[in-house]
């Protein structure tokens, strides 16, 4: 039976700390919504005859270059709104996370409840990395590192003082 006790509470543990990274993403979009691909405004020329005038190439070639300038500056628009949406669901996903693992490492007493808000905070940093870690600077990728690695150390080391405090009583 405690096999049983064990596995159930471990699975709401890990729905827990799955389900919380989804609803923050999806929290986001309710707020932000990430920008969807856009289309050219400008259609693509046709392609050109080899029997064309010099008239038609010239006409072709400057059509092309209306279309090829209307796709950069699309594109363009679409990066810096894409890179926008990104850095805001890092805050935000940055922030969650790290209040997540805080809580469910030292105010949740319940310990699957504690243990998938650990996890979902953790997943919910990780997600948030994902988006802009090719955009951080290895200073900054380093840095984050060594901070989630000490809060990490520094979280265990308080849970298992509250572990080991409760076996001397």
């Not at 096999?3 to 707020?31: C, D, H, K, N």
């Not at 405004?41 to 209307?70: I, W």
């Not at 890179?83 to 105010?107: H, K, M, P």
């Not at 984050?144 to 076996?167: A, D, H, T």
């Amino acid at each position: 039976m405690k096999a049983f006790e064990a596995m159930r509470t471990t699975s709401l543990a890990i729905g827990i700390g799955i389900l919380i990274p989804l609803t923050v993403y999806y929290g986001v979009q309710l707020i932000k919504p990430s920008p969807t691909f856009p289309s050219i405004a400008v259609k693509m020329p046709e392609h050109l005859e080899r029997s064309a005038t010099e008239e038609e190439r010239q006409e072709h070639e400057a059509k092309m270059k209306t279309y090829q300038e209307a796709k950069e500056k699309t594109m363009h628009e679409y990066h810096n709104t894409l890179r926008d949406y990104e850095t805001f669901y890092f805050y935000v996903a940055f922030c969650t996370g790290i209040i997540l693992f805080i809580l469910g490492s030292l105010l949740i007493p319940v310990d699957f409840l504690g243990g998938g808000t650990i996890l979902g905070g953790i997943l919910t940093l990780v997600t948030g990395y994902t988006l802009v870690w090719g955009h951080l600077s290895n200073l900054i990728k380093f840095l984050s590192l060594l901070g989630g690695l000490l809060l990490l150390f520094i979280l265990g080391m308080v849970i298992g003082r509250k572990i080991q405090g409760g076996k001397n009583e």
